[in-house]
């Protein structure tokens, strides 16, 4: 499936990490492209962007934020989607993605993704953020599901409707996070392949897998070690309602070689194509 | 005067869409009290401000949620209360921010402590909270607020911060091309009085009470050093390329750099070191400036001239 907005498959990524700099610019290693913390490269005039000039002139490169705060109730913050455009056209980063999320409201950040209550008030409040959002940057905007840790009792739809409504009303891309999936249907108790089914999958543009750590009583999504089975099993899932689709590692912590790290991220190509 | 490398690691922190692992060391958070809205006054905005309150609040004050009064707001999941849930969040917000310190300070967590640095750090993200969007420059009050701390040695601590702040600023700091000698040599002899010197955009000169470089440069080395005496020093932090430095210098280099880092011509420079070398011969006082002029431009203080 190709999906609507013509963005490319890029293949197996990897999140570019400060830890593997060095390791890239010098071994150029042969990786399909780098997802980027486009935050951590705003605001910065040094050696960060030295590194990712370096790596943007061999490697795809896509953007994906953290503190667009697509979901707060403060205003859009302009300045922060000027910085953002400016390193796209710097970088020619193929897509921007963030979160649907909230990180803070009354100027504060708390550089968390934090949870967005599913109500008709909410989704009518982030689509038109999106379509501003888009609207600036000129391009679509993809928006990631997040992994969440509450429910809020007002809640007036699940996850999955309120993203496929979004997708569709806002007209915007989709970052499905596998993980994530995974994370929020432990910690919610719902079936993550009901989630899938739920999901307008012409509108996914990337995916993402991760490590997790299982708390026994909760997930968190750490993205700390390798990703386990099940989780593989549902990138594979997926994938399949969506071949060609890009797929990218993300790992946080506890980083391990820049080679590991890769090594894990084309474990992916065990999983592609499983079926259900 | 010793011109030390600094680990690139340093000040290089990841933000990323993880959240922290949380450990279970934790006191049981407080709780108050969840608002009783009526449902008119439930809407988007009055539910975000009370959730970010509960996640900002210190663990040791109580956020206003209760668990009866949660029950309207929050769903339980099999496993955990409602307040369980929200204290994820609670604990995450400190996590992540600490990390973000303790990555722009490790020399200084060293030096406290893992439990005394944790402590500071949530009075700090208490005290200054984050409104950007990016978390470069989280840790920018660190050496100010240690002086009002009532930690062993306040002073020592915030020359230590603001060493290691000094560092996180020049990574962040743009990028220039080095000054060489081989440009000053196309200088004309009779245009070196006028010539002014085009300081390296990263560069700050730190003047401090203890000798905290020292103590740095020793963690550096795996020693474990001790809080220093008080002993004033001046350090230059600065980065070329890719890689960070820091040098030692004496109170008529400190003159010299600074004089000309604030755009006076070489002569100017001069005359205001001139004072600092009373006394001393004059063939062995133009020795001893040319030596700091040679060592200032060798070691990248300077990104390139241009004349008055």
């Given amino acids: 499936m190709k999906n609507r907005f013509g963005l490319p498959n ?4 990897l999140g570019l990490r400060t830890v593997h700099y060095s390791h890239i610019v010098e071994q150029k290693p042969a990786v399909d492209w780098f997802e980027i913390i486009s935050d951590n490269y705003l605001h910065t005039a040094g050696r960060p962007l030295d590194f990712l000039d370096l790596i943007a002139e061999r490697y795809p490169i896509v953007m994906h934020g953290v503190s667009l705060s697509i979901g707060s109730t403060d205003p859009l913050d302009r300045d922060y989607l000027r910085e953002l455009r400016a390193l796209r056209d710097r970088v020619r980063a193929h897509w921007v993605s963030d979160h649907l999320c909230w990180t803070g409201v009354s100027s504060k950040n708390t550089h968390d993704l934090l949870p967005m209550p599913y109500t008709e008030e909410a989704l009518a409040h982030v689509v038109a953020r999106v379509r501003a959002v888009q609207d600036f940057l000129g391009a679509p905007l ?8 509450v429910e809020f009792a007002g809640d007036s739809m699940r996850e999955w409707e309120f993203l496929g409504r979004l997708a569709e009303e806002a007209d915007c891309a989709l970052l499905l996070d596998v993980n994530n999936v995974y ?5 919610h108790g719902f079936d993550a392949l009901r989630y899938l089914d739920a999901l307008p999958f012409d509108r996914v543009v990337q995916m993402h897998v991760a490590g997790h750590t299982d708390h026994g009583t909760h997930i968190v999504d750490s993205h700390i070690g390798p990703v386990i089975d099940p989780v593989w099993k549902l990138l594979g899932n997926a994938h399949a309602r969506a071949p060609g689709i890009p797929i990218l590692l993300e790992w946080d912590a506890e980083i391990p070689s820049f080679e590991e790290t890769h090594h894990e991220a084309l ?6 194509g499983a079926t259900p | 005067m010793k011109r030390e490398a600094t680990a690139d690691a340093i000040g290089t922190h990841e933000r990323a869409s993880a959240t922290p692992v949380h450990t279970d060391h934790h006191a049981p958070s407080r709780h108050g009290v969840t608002p009783n809205w009526v449902p008119r006054e439930l809407n988007l905005a009055a539910q975000q401000a009370w959730f970010e309150a509960i996640v900002t609040t210190p663990e040791s004050e109580p956020a206003p949620a209760d668990e009866a009064g949660l029950l309207r707001l929050v769903t339980p999941s099999k496993e955990l209360t409602a307040l369980e849930r929200l204290d994820v969040y609670r604990r995450g917000y400190y996590a992540r921010l600490v990390e973000c310190l ?4 490790p020399v200084l967590q060293h030096a406290l402590g893992e439990e005394a640095f944790e402590e500071l750090s949530h009075a700090y993200i208490a005290e200054h909270p984050s409104k950007s969007p990016s978390l470069n420059y989280f840790g920018r009050h660190m050496a100010d607020f240690c002086r009002t701390q009532p930690l062993p040695s306040p002073g020592f601590a915030a020359d230590l911060a603001a060493i290691e702040w000094a560092i996180v600023l020049s990574i962040h700091a743009p990028t220039a091309p080095t000054l060489t000698s081989e440009e000053l040599a196309t200088v004309p002899g009779e245009r070196w009085p006028s010539v002014c010197l085009k300081a390296n955009p990263s560069l700050c000169i730190l003047h401090q009470e203890y000798p905290a470089n020292a103590y740095l440069q020793a963690f550096r080395n795996d020693a474990d050093p001790s809080v220093p005496e008080a002993k004033r020093t001046s350090v230059a932090v600065y980065r070329t390329q890719m890689r960070v430095w820091r040098l030692e210098l004496t109170p008529p280099m400190v003159t010299l750099f600074e004089a000309l880092k604030s755009g006076a011509t070489l002569a100017e420079s001069l005359n205001r070191v001139a004072p600092e070398l009373e006394g001393t011969p004059e063939a062995e006082a133009v020795q001893m400036v040319m030596h700091w002029f040679r060592t200032g431009v060798s070691s990248g203080l300077f990104s390139g001239l241009y004349f008055a």
Avoid at chain 1, 10 to 13: H, S
Avoid at chain 1, 183 to 187: G, K, L, T
Avoid at chain 2, 102 to 105: E, R
């Fill in chain 1, 10 to 13: 890029l293949g197996i990524g």
């Fill in chain 1, 142 to 149: 993809a928006l990631e599901n997040p992994s969440t840790y």
């Fill in chain 1, 183 to 187: 994370v929020s249907a432990r910690n």
């Fill in chain 1, 267 to 272: 474990r992916a190509r065990e999983f592609i």
């Fill in chain 2, 102 to 105: 303790v990555d722009d300070y």
